[in-house]
């Protein structure tokens, strides 16, 4: 089956620096990867997605890139606001749908005001 | 609209005690999911369901777990006998198809099982 894996697992930046986070896959079948962003004491949301057939999105602050090949997508937060403090997940599958994503074991990001 | 509506928030029992999770999804939504967090495991899935049929539920861990959808409304995911290793954080999620919709998640309900 698949795996994620992602990198770090905590993530401190100073307010208005950039943060990466960055997710390797093992299945190359898979083709949808979204990011979900889990603050304290909620459910994890979508914040953004990408699917196989496009090399990078973005999203105001927010931007995610896939390499298929290297079989790796990364997050990339610009302009950093203590709000992006939160955990956030990457997740993969082999679909295009959300029915048997393979999630990501989370990065902790901290934003120093 | 209120999202996806879980209950109980919290949830403290005796390891053998039966436990029941409940969920209410999105209005009009016709896909629902049971996840469970924990440090170790991270976020797994334990089931989903489509227009209210079980579809997958190879990620339930073993017997004692089962979920019933009886309408596109409700749902619930029960524990019977429950032991602490259950002791996880559930999460109900809906979308309003599977395929690549978006995943809409509950605030979870945190159980612990002494």
């Known amino acids: 089956g698949e795996n994620v894996e992602q990198h770090p697992s905590t993530l401190s930046v100073q307010e208005g620096d950039s943060a990466v986070i960055k997710c390797t896959y093992s299945?190359?079948?898979?083709?949808?990867f979204p990011w979900y962003k889990q603050e304290l004491g909620k459910g994890p949301q979508l914040i953004i997605d990408?699917?196989?057939?496009?090399g990078e999105k973005k999203d105001q602050r927010i931007a995610v890139t896939l390499n298929k090949t290297a079989k790796h997508f990364s997050l990339h937060i610009t302009e950093t606001q203590p709000e992006d403090s939160a955990v956030y997940f990457c997740?993969?599958?082999?679909?295009?749908?959300?029915?048997?994503?393979?999630f990501g074991t989370g990065t902790r990001l901290t934003i120093i005001p | 609209d209120a999202g996806v509506i879980q209950s109980p928030r919290h949830e403290v029992t005796e390891m053998g005690q039966e436990v029941t999770l409940r969920c209410k999804p999105i209005?009009?939504?016709?896909?629902l999911f049971w996840y469970r967090q924990t440090m170790m495991r991270g976020l797994e899935l334990l089931i989903y369901?489509?227009?209210?049929?079980?579809?997958?539920d190879s990620g339930m861990p073993e017997d004692r777990f089962s979920a019933k959808m009886p309408n596109a409304s409700f749902s619930t995911l029960k524990i019977q006998p429950s032991e602490p290793r259950d002791s996880a954080v559930y999460f109900c999620?809906?979308?309003?198809?599977?395929?690549?919709?978006?995943?809409?998640f509950g605030e979870g309900s945190r159980l612990t099982v002494l």
């Open positions: 997740a993969a599958s082999s679909n295009f749908g959300n029915e048997k994503l393979t």
């Open positions: 999620a809906s979308s309003l198809q599977t395929g690549g919709g978006e995943l809409f």
């Open positions: 369901f489509n227009n209210n049929v079980p579809i997958d």
């Open positions: 209005s009009g939504h016709n896909s």
């Open positions: 990408i699917r196989s057939n496009v």
């Open positions: 299945d190359s079948a898979s083709n949808y």
